[in-house]
Structures are given as structure tokens and as C-alpha cells.
């Protein structure tokens, strides 16, 4: 395998999708994907077509990034769009692409996406590893529903993201785009993938049990005390002043995590919104009966984790990497904030010579050694692909 990256911010979506299109298949032959993350501000079907001509017949899929991208090219934004694509290309992988708007629920959605990427693969039976992009707020569900058809198989991927929290992000497969459902890769490759998913935060002393969840993602107790009250507890704060949005930006630097069955993964958990009645609302699923933490990390520290991880996925891998596929948190970027150069710099030291995507999510996906596939939040699902 083989990968080669591209990007533009050409004011115009056509002709951007077609510059970074250009760009990405450079080097390369026998191309049997391309990953592409935009702007919202894009008009995105337009932006496919200059895709399309620059890779025709290349199935594209991914979703709107926060804010920007970064490839070896720096971190690539603009007040008029951006575009960042990773061409896979090479004789000994074979590829089903699927994208799927919600139909009846998430769930069967899943189902139906899963049956029509290995239907267009070619192949039959499961796929070695899968990539997954969907919306914020049921991505649970939609693994779920392709997990009841290939099984328990590791993937990667993230959620759609926009550059406001309002909504308006998009996803795209095969020249469809839609807000809702899913987009999936399904990979049949004898050559391994590679997932490193962390949150990279420092556990501290505040834990308890979660008593009480509304709709699966409203924390509404913690120990039997408001959410909000409890949480402002262990910070030392009013818990007046972690109401509305204030919550979210606050919990980028001291977020909640929870830790898998084997205590080798700490899901991160990212309140969204401190709300009236001391409840605070999540952006991935609860469950009651289980322990929260409170985590901790200085911007320092995040922008350190970035390149950290990177190379801690090198040492994991057992072959030569051909591609590094990285999905960071559009909450981490925000707490990064003017630093993203920093950013930039650290990611392209620790990548070197080896072609990089970076996308800025509202989710990330992941799994680590035998656990389960896992959602969470201001986490890194880092993936790299052998040679």
C-alpha cells in the first residue's frame, strides 16, 4: 500500500477538490480510495465534482472538519472553504465504500451500509478493518448495526464536525452528501492496520458513581449530588459558573473518563452544556452504576500528546508505516486555539518522510488491543497503514 495527501483552499469548491485531488494521486497507481475532509462553508457536491475529475472513478468519502485540516502541506483552513485529502493506492487491498443516509433508525441504517460496502467490495464475508464517519449523537448505534452484520471487527474513524456546534455539518460517499447517517470503508488487506486510541489525559483523585442518566447522554448524578454541583466540587469552582456552553469549554483542559472492562482504555467523556437543573449534557453515551473521572491536561499538554501519539503508534506498528490516518478532536484544536502552528510543527516532526491526514472531529473511534470498539470525545484515534 501506498498513500500520497493533497489539499486546497481555493475560494472556488470545484476547482479546490480538483487541485487536492491532483495533489493526492501523485505517486501513485492502482488508487482504490480517497479520504477527503472540507469546509462546510463548501458547496460539497460541487467540490465531489472537482474530486471526481481529479480521481475519476476513485470512490471518496469522509466528512466537514472543524475549522481546517493538516497534511505535510500545514494546517489548511480559509474564510471561503479548505479541502484535505489522503489517496490509498496499491495491488493488495481491496475496498468497499458505503454511504447510507438514517432511514428508519440508526441501528438497521448501520445494517444496511454494512451489507452494501461488502457488496461493493467485490468480496464476501467480513472485512479485516472498517472506517467509520457519522454525525454526532448516535454513533453508538450505528456500529452497532454494523457489528450485527461483519462482526466484531477494529475501525477507526470519527464524527462529522462544523465550525459552530450548530449542525451543520455533512458527510459524503460515492457523490452523496447528507447530515445524517453514515459513511463506511470496509478494508479486505493482508497488510495490518495499526489504531492507537487515547485521550492522553492525567486521571486525579475525583471519581464516583454514576447514579443517575437521562436519555443515555444527560449525566444527571454523580454519587447521588447533581452532576453539575459534583463536578464543580472536585474542580473547586461555582457551579454556577459551568452553566450553558461555559461547561464545555472549561472541560477541554478537565473533561470525564471511563475506564473499559480491563482498565487499558479511559474513554473520554466531554460535558457539553451545564444545564438548569444541575444536569450536565455528554457527548457520548452513560451508563448509571459505572465510575467517572475527573481528567486533566494543560494546553501544553495537549499539543505535546499530538506528536507523542504519533510516535507511540510507530513503535506500535510492526511494519513500515505507508500513511498515517489521524483523527483529533475539534475540542482539543479549540483549547489549542492560536497555537495551532505549534501543532503543525510537532505532528510533521514526528510523521518525517510518511504522508499525514489530520482531521478536527466532534467524536472519535477507536478500539486498543482486545477491548471492544470504542466512541468518545477530545480524544486521538490514530491509525497508520503498512506498506
Partial sequence: MKGNTGSSNAADPRTAGKEAAEKAKKGLSNIKLAFAYASVAYDL???LKGIEEGLPGVPVLGNTSFTGVITPEGFVTGDKGFVGIMALGGDDITVGVAGKPKGSDARETGRQAAKEAIKNSGKSGSPAYFYMAAPPGEEEFYLKGV????GRVPYFG?????NTISGEWKLFANQKVFADGLALAFFYADKPVTNLFTGAYRETKDVGIITKVKDRRTLVEIDGVPALKKYAQWAGVDPESLKGSNLLVYTITSPLGIKDRLGELTAIR?????????SMAIGANLAEKTAVIRMQATVDELIGSASATLEDLKTKMKAAPAAFHLVHCGGRRAGIGERIDELVQVVRKAAGSVPFIMEFTFGEYGYEDDGSNTTGGLMLSYTGFAQ
Avoid at 158 to 162: C, V, Y
Fill in 45 to 47: 457536491e460541487e467540490m
Fill in 147 to 150: 457489528s450485527d452484520i461483519i
Fill in 158 to 162: 470519527g464524527s462529522a464536525a462544523d
Fill in 270 to 278: 466531554h460535558p457539553m452544556n451545564g444545564n438548569d437543573d444541575y
